[in-house]
């Protein structure tokens, strides 16, 4: 017999559900369930990720959610389509919205609202009670044939009377009984993490737990045969399943995002006016005419935007940045959107193609089909103008700010975990000094008794255990430094927004990878300090000397700059101002921009832990040759003096050397910067 887990609680039910999304939906397949749905409770944080996982793996997916409503009523919600979904996700949007950050207020009337298209389960209490055998009925009588009543098997002694009683409740209402064992782990072995999570969200530690913890381990994924047999005397229950499963079609990829439309002068296009501003700023740049190297790089981006129909969201940055300007805002295009000579050309950066070799692909490419993501840093002090802007602009249905998922680290893991157990305060402290030593392994038992404590201690090891489990797992939602998502529908159609701790601050439910995965378009309005005091010092120089400059304007390799800098004298320069850089300064000796560009890249982790730094210093004193393992890599490599530092030769020498398409390039690009969570450099 077939069956689909239509209950399942993820991490994204924060501090409840013991099992990533993807982890879930592996477990699923291996198990060869029918489908898995997942319901987070009043929330669809999670649903990005299982569902792109579930689409790599053939494995069918269902969209859902545990709607937990004000007097405590719990309903499972599947929507049917993508109408459906459009009003669950308003559903929630309404909820989040008349709430505090990270809470939901709904009621049964908010439900019957939003409720066409959509399947239901009604989820009973502990003792279900004739109150709720009216509830029941009265929602059968809303809902009709879309309600259902959820059953689980609890191993209780008293599953057989009770499951009978649950189907002639359901059998009196007209409804179907509905077979799930409410996951909220994929595997069994994940029971304790649950239990510390819940002590964690509780405030308790795990010695005075036990009237708040499941009573057994079986919340766990089961295959079909099992469920069967729990539900032998309701084969109905398991068949209902399939049923619905049969019945919601809706998948996000019917999510079509669209842009919103930019206005244009009359009778042209998003593309023909992208064209206009971006030779118009050329002009500008060049009175007396462009390099032909540059005319050449801003016609070959503006027919691959045009392609990829990117054109409005570029106009988006130049109104941005223009309002900025207008308002006096200094503002500056940053990362790989340096890489654009149309952004040079419509001031979003101040980075001149003509003096570097700008590498667009590493921006925007056809191959890797994903949207471009530009980030703006503005003044600090004065962003949030630019930030109630966009909201003014586009409206609170339209724009929104992404979210960014905090998730537990080493030591947070440590921390809350001793606390559960009743570990002292000084234990706690001492475990959390040893994160440094944390790695696959983690932490070793020569640290351990180097820190006082006795690594056979089995409450210190089971702490440790855990704690490895529980790094990288969600904490809360929390909103992005800056990421904004404008749409052109509105927004709350598409995922649940929320309210951010800030006034007049809202936030999606999704982070930057959930955007990029369904292709919706994210502009990043940074704050950035050094910006403030830059606009400060021309505002000196203009007062004090007449010199009027911008950060486009300001005289290229100054000789005292480098001068300054070669001595270290970098107190307050953006940038290189650690005491890391401070002493690679002396050493590397800066004598042109691209110099400042090594430097500021060779101290990293990366660099410093694969070994890159000291060859490249030799090799730039000429105390060692510069050599290529092949002419083909001396062309990528040829800046560097044969040192690898920079992600876009990391792509490079996997397309040359490897034969790596530009797809899979960035793919390794991707798993290189995001190897310690996400663990995929191996494929």
């Known amino acids: 017999m077939a069956y689909a887990e239509l209950q399942v609680t993820s991490g994204f039910s924060f501090l409840r559900g013991a099992s990533h999304p993807e982890e879930l939906v592996e477990q699923a397949k291996a198990l060869g369930l029918a ?19 579930a689409k790599a793996l053939g494995l069918r997916f269902v969209t859902g959610c545990r709607l937990d409503l004000a007097d405590g009523t719990a309903i499972l919600c599947w929507p049917m389509n993508r109408p459906a979904y459009a009003r669950l996700s308003s559903l929630l949007t309404h909820g989040k919205r008349q709430a505090a950050k990270g809470a939901c207020r709904l009621d049964l009337a908010d439900v019957s609202a939003h409720a066409e298209g959509q399947l239901f389960a009604l989820i009973p209490p502990e003792a279900p009670d004739r109150d709720f055998a009216e509830l029941l009925r009265a929602l059968a009588g809303r809902w009709g044939p879309h309600l259902h009543l959820a059953a689980t098997y609890r191993h209780d002694g008293d599953d057989a009377a009770r499951l009978a009683r649950l189907a002639e409740m359901a059998k009196a209402a007209g409804v179907r009984l509905l077979a799930t064992n409410d996951v909220h782990y994929h595997v069994p ?6 239990d510390i999570l819940t002590c964690i969200r509780e405030h308790v530690t795990i010695d005075a737990a036990a009237p708040l913890l499941f009573p057994n381990a079986e919340r766990h994924l089961k295959p079909a045969a099992e469920m069967a047999r ?4 309701h084969p109905d229950a398991i068949a209902a399943t399939l049923a619905v499963v049969e019945r ?10 669209e842009y919103p439309d930019e206005p244009v002068p009359a009778g042209s296009t998003p593309q023909a006016h992208l064209a206009a501003l971006a030779w118009e700023g050329a002009a500008r740049h060049w009175p007396g005419g462009a390099p032909e190297k540059v005319r050449g790089q801003i016609a070959h981006e503006l027919e691959l935007l045009g392609r990829l129909g990117y054109a409005p969201y570029f106009l988006t940055v130049h109104d941005i940045v223009r309002f900025a300007r207008a308002r006096g805002i200094l503002c500056q295009g940053r990362g790989s959107a340096a890489n654009s000579a149309v952004c040079y050309a419509l001031g979003v950066t101040a980075v001149d193609p003509a003096r570097l070799d700008v590498l667009f692909e590493r921006f925007v490419s056809a191959a890797r089909d994903e949207p471009p993501d530009i980030d703006v840093d503005f003044e600090h002090e004065r962003r949030e103008e630019v930030i109630q802007w966009i909201y003014e602009t586009y409206g609170r249905d339209h724009a ?3 979210a960014t998922v905090i998730r537990y680290r080493a030591r947070s893991a440590l921390r809350e975990i001793a606390k559960a157990f009743g570990l002292s305060a000084d234990v706690q402290d001492a475990l959390a000094r040893l994160v440094a030593g944390w790695g696959h392994e983690g932490v070793s038992e020569a640290a351990l008794a180097e820190a006082g404590l006795d690594p056979a201690d089995p409450t210190l090891r089971q702490v440790l255990a855990l704690a490895a489990e529980l790094i990288g797992f969600p904490r809360h939602l929390s909103q992005h430094v800056g990421g904004f998502v404008i749409a052109k529908s509105r927004l709350r159609e598409l995922v649940p927004i929320e309210n951010a701790a800030m006034p007049e601050r809202t936030v999606v439910e999704w982070d930057k990878d959930d955007l990029d995965a369904l292709g919706m378009l994210k502009i990043d309005i940074l704050a950035l300090g050094m910006l403030s005091a830059i606009r400060r010092a021309f505002d000196l120089l203009r007062a004090h000397y007449g010199i009027a400059l ?10 005292a700059v480098y001068a300054m800098l070669s001595a270290a004298d970098s107190v307050g320069v953006f940038q290189v101002e650690s005491r890391a850089q401070m ?10 921009f691209y110099d400042l560009v090594i430097e500021v890249a060779i101290v990293r982790p990366g660099p410093i832990q694969g070994d890159m730094v000291h060859p490249y210093l030799r090799r730039r004193a000429g105390q060692e040759p510069v050599t290529f393992p092949s002419p083909e890599l001396e062309a990528v490599l040829g800046k560097t003096l044969g040192v690898p530092l920079f992600q876009e030769q990391a792509m490079r020498i996997a397309i040359v050397a490897a034969g790596f398409t530009a797809a899979e390039a960035d793919g390794l690009r991707r798993s290189m910067a995001a190897f310690r969570r996400a663990g995929e450099i191996e494929r």
């Open 230 to 233: 729990l539900f032998r005397d």
């Open 248 to 257: 919601c079609g809706f998948s996000l990829d019917e999510l079509r995002y």
């Open 35 to 53: 489908a898995l749905a997942l319901t987070d409770r009043n929330s669809l944080a999670g649903i990005v990720r299982a569902h792109a996982r």
């Open 400 to 402: 929104a700010l992404a």
């Open 189 to 194: 072995e994940r029971r304790p993490l649950q």
């Open 583 to 592: 002493a690679m300064l002396p050493r590397l000796r800066p004598r042109g």
């Open 550 to 559: 911008d950060l486009a304007s300001v005289p290229p390799e100054d000789p």
